[in-house]
């Protein structure tokens, strides 16, 4: 027999979420995403994408004005801090610590139960090899290809062992052939860890990859949007 309990709790539940500004709603969401599937969000600039994005991960700016719950496996985390969310965040910019090697770039996201300075160095090895990035754990990241740069920011998401994805359009600095590579790396990798995943973007062809449910925002109202 199925286990419902677990069946309901799993994946990233969006229950009611509504976010203004000013008494204005930017962005609603009442979805679920589940293990492995995405959920897109797509819609002009400054329409609030990010701004939804931001309340599920914790960071929103107290000048918006937010309700409804994030529930994540079945545990309300809308108050918790961003830190005890375990969201994997990807950014446009890979935003890699220049001042650290490629590997110690990973190390430094491994969770502290994993212990030992070898133990450590083998989580991050495995992650360099699960982005087809093998033999790169000394490489300087200022020496890397832009490519090769996602790819090192999603080893060190993966590490961190998050329970969901976070993504503000990570792919949208990449030219066309290399962004098909590693959209379809970062999906294929969140889909082997059942990971749910909300992915911010203007691109139709992301939307289309992801292949998920898809909230359009509309348009912000005032000065140049025509209203
Ligand atoms: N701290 C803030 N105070 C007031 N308004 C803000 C603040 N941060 C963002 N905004 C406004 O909130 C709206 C939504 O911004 P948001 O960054 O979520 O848009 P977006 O859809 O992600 O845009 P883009 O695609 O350009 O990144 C915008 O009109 C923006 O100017």
Do not use: W, Y
């Amino acid at each position: 027999m199925p286990d419902t309990h677990t069946e309901q709790a799993a994946g990233l539940r969006l229950d009611g979420i509504a976010i203004s500004l000013d008494g204005r709603t930017l962005v609603e969401a009442d979805h679920t995403i589940g293990p492995g599937e995405v959920l897109t969000v797509m819609g002009p600039s400054g329409s609030g994408k990010s701004t939804l994005l931001a309340f599920i991960g914790g960071f929103l700016d107290p000048a918006f004005a937010a309700c409804g719950r994030v529930i994540c496996e079945g545990v309300d985390i809308t108050d918790a801090p961003p830190q005890e969310r375990h969201a994997g965040l990807l950014f446009q910019d890979p935003l890699l610590f220049p001042h650290m090697s490629v590997g110690g770039n990973l190390v430094f996201a491994v969770p502290q139960t994993v212990r030992g300075r070898a133990a450590r160095r083998a989580v991050a090895e495995a992650a360099l090899g699960d982005v087809e990035l093998e033999g790169f754990f000394d490489r300087d990241p200022d020496t890397l290809s832009g490519g090769q740069k996602a790819r090192v920011a999603l080893a060190r998401v993966l590490v961190s062992e998050p329970r969901f994805m976070l993504l503000d359009e990570p792919f949208s600095k990449l030219d066309a052939g290399l962004r098909d590579q590693v959209r379809r790396l970062v999906f294929e990798r969140a889909g082997v860890r059942r990971l749910p995943v909300l992915l911010v973007t203007h691109d139709e062809a992301d939307a289309k990859a992801a292949g998920g449910a898809l909230i359009e925002v509309e348009p912000a109202p005032g000065p140049g949007n025509g209203s």
